[in-house]
């Protein structure tokens, strides 16, 4: 069965860091390209970025709203993705998912439960 | 960027009613939709991808069309289990990008 579990949110100041990682299993992880996607309370979902495998290099996109503030990592030894962010801002808080692309399609054909960050003085 | 704009945002019916969604690109992305379901507290479902194609175990009321521009999910007979948020994504290019969802509520 393929699982996802976020872990790592909580309360931070602005201006301050969380690391979020992400813990696969049930698939083989190292294969697929790894996306977050954010959902403030009450509004909807926004891309936020893109891991890609080691075929294509691990190379990343970002979300122009994240760009230079977040940043992506994956272990497939250990099947875990993470997002670093520095420099929050209120406008960060949000749930979080991980979320399995799709062969394929780009889509997201699985995600996890969400962690909540909440980035408030 | 490429925006979605979904319509209605919220709607309102009935079990059994015949729903339709539709989702509109600011710019051709060909095929490269999916739509998703959300239900409150809950992460998003993957119902539909390549604007056509059902995900596995996905009932089969559920249908999308479209191409280019302009896209629509249909719920052929809808069920209680069915009221929730529907989000449609283009991933044909970078950003990628979500309509800002469609509430379905029970009349």
């Known amino acids: 069965e393929v699982q996802l579990v976020e872990s790592g949110g909580g309360l931070v100041q602005p201006g301050g860091s969380l690391r979020l990682s992400c813990a696969a299993s049930g698939f083989t992880f190292s294969d697929h390209y790894m996306d977050w996607v954010r959902q403030a309370p009450g509004k909807g979902l926004e891309w936020v970025g893109r891991?890609?495998?080691?075929?294509?290099?691990?190379?990343?996109e970002y979300a122009a709203s994240v760009k230079g503030r977040f940043t992506f990592s994956r272990d497939d030894s250990k099947n875990s993705l993470y997002l670093q962010m520095n420099s929050l801002k209120t406008e960060d808080t949000a749930v979080y998912y991980c979320?399995?692309?799709?062969?394929?399609?780009?889509?997201?054909?699985?995600w996890g439960q969400g962690t909540l960050v909440a980035v408030s003085s | 960027d490429i925006q979605l704009t979904q319509s209605p945002s919220f709607l309102s019916a009935s079990v059994g009613d015949r729903v339709t969604i539709t989702c509109r690109a600011s710019?051709?992305?060909?095929?490269?939709l999916a739509w998703y379901q959300q239900k409150p507290g809950k992460a998003p479902k993957l119902l539909i991808y390549?604007?056509?194609t059902l995900q596995s175990g996905v009932p089969s009321r559920f249908s999308g069309s479209g191409s280019g521009t302009e896209f629509t999910l249909t719920i052929s007979s809808l069920q209680p289990e069915d009221f929730a948020t529907y989000y449609c994504q283009q991933l044909n290019s970078y950003p990628l990008t979500f309509g800002g969802g469609t509430k379905v509520e029970i009349k």
């Open positions: 710019q051709g992305i060909s095929s490269y």
């Open positions: 891991t890609r495998n080691k075929a294509n290099s691990y190379t990343t």
């Open positions: 979320a399995r692309v799709h062969s394929g399609s780009n889509c997201y054909d699985y």
């Open positions: 390549v604007a056509s």
